[in-house]
């Protein structure tokens, strides 16, 4: 069975200021890594994904995550926040050959000017 | 490309309803996947259909039934509802591609059960 924890529920930061939000999973097998983001009263968007190959993935919006496999990590970071950043987080994993995503509880990233 | 699309955008039941979801997936998707998104938390998988048939389920009760249509479109019936049913509901499609089956989400019902 996987499962995912995000360890900050809310993270404030300031505007251009760098962030980082924390993913750990844990699986027995070998996973696909997501990270998605969801604006208020949207459904989630996709910020990036780690399926294989280099372990540092950019995604779209300035994002990045680096997929650690001995610290089960997958942490989404941007060197420099907007106002706009101001959402909910979701890490996510799925096994391969697997149709069930397992989400995390969520960040929620809060930009203050 | 349409991307996926839910109705209605919200709805509010009493206890002991029965309710039905829709979603349209994503042109050239086959694959439609529920999710149920309770406040504060992360999505929970429901269930899953491919080509008609369900593929795969949660941890969620058989009160919670689905059915998809040859266009791919799919429904997310919910009977007997309870007041823990009140959540977002996640549409999500994808292509059945070997080694890659990203799920693009639609915009989610918010149900209210009183």
């Known amino acids: 069975a996987q499962s995912v924890t995000q360890l900050d529920s809310q993270v404030p930061v300031f505007e251009e200021a760098p962030v980082e939000l924390r993913c750990n999973y844990s699986s027995s097998v070998s996973v696909y890594l997501f990270w998605y983001v969801q604006y208020p009263n949207q459904g989630l968007q996709l910020l990036l994904k780690y399926l294989s190959g280099s372990t540092l993935v950019k995604g779209i919006n300035g994002f990045e995550a680096e997929f650690n496999k001995s610290q089960t990590s997958f942490h989404l970071r941007k060197p420099s926040v907007h106002i706009s950043d101001t959402a909910e987080y979701f890490c996510?994993?799925?096994?391969?050959?697997?149709?069930?995503?397992?989400f995390g509880t969520g960040t929620r990233l809060k930009v203050l000017a | 490309e349409t991307g996926v699309t839910q109705s209605p955008t919200h709805l509010i039941k009493t206890r002991g309803q029965q309710v039905t979801l829709r979603c349209s997936s994503q042109s050239g998707h086959n694959t439609v996947s529920w999710y149920q998104q309770a406040l504060g938390q992360g999505p929970q998988f429901i269930f899953q259909y491919y080509r008609e048939e369900e593929n795969g389920r949660g941890n969620f009760p058989p009160r919670f039934s689905g059915l998809q249509f040859p266009n791919y479109s799919s429904e997310l019936n919910v009977n007997a509802l309870e007041l823990d049913d009140s959540a977002l509901y996640l549409c999500a499609s994808s292509a059945r591609l070997a080694g890659n089956n990203e799920q693009f989400f639609g915009p989610g019902t918010r149900l209210t059960v009183l």
């Open positions: 996510a994993v799925r096994g391969p050959g697997t149709y069930k995503y397992i």
